[in-house]
């Protein structure tokens, strides 16, 4: 089952492997997963980005279960290109929390897309790397869960 943060509920089926497939809108989503015998597992801020294409591995474990209480978190995605708009790939994007509390890290894919999934709310500072260089940083304030924040990038030098 997949809560939109507007209140929206989409349930799918898994496969006898466990696995599904789902067309989701653009935004921010609470994923349950659950089965009987097995402790469900609730994954906050997941971020769907328009036009993409991911996939997610979670596993399940088996017990008993217990209540879903995980701080509530959002998702930072985009696209990012160089100067003349080709996606650029393999550039590391590090989001880092202002008080050193929260710290999050991914790489761009070959279409250019990040995404940074159960990001808290807070002050950030995001930056770009290319191998050791920076090649872009700014700050990135992150005030509430509702929706995917989302950051398009151009990278003017690379």
Do not use: W
Not at 43 to 67: D, N, S
Not at 69 to 77: N, Q
Not at 91 to 96: F, K, R
Not at 122 to 146: C, F, N
């Amino acid at each position: 089952m997949c809560a939109a943060r507007d209140g929206r509920v989409f349930r799918f089926d898994a496969d006898r492997l466990g696995t599904f497939a789902a067309e989701l809108p653009e935004g921010v989503y609470d994923l349950v997963i659950s089965a009987r015998g097995y402790l469900s597992l609730m994954v906050r801020g997941i971020g769907i980005l328009a036009r993409h294409h991911q996939m997610l591995t979670r596993g399940l474990i088996p017990g008993e279960g217990k209540g879903l209480e995980d701080e509530p978190a959002t998702a930072v995605a985009g696209y990012v290109v160089d100067r003349v708009g080709r996606p650029v790939a393999n550039l590391a994007i590090h989001v880092n929390e202002e008080r050193g509390r929260h710290a999050y890290t991914t790489r761009t894919d070959r279409s250019g897309v990040y995404i940074l999934h159960g990001v808290v709310p807070g002050m950030y500072d995001l930056s770009v790397r290319a191998g050791e260089r920076t090649v872009d940083h700014r700050p990135l304030p992150i005030a509430h869960v509702k929706e995917l924040v989302r950051l398009d990038l151009r990278i003017v030098q690379i």
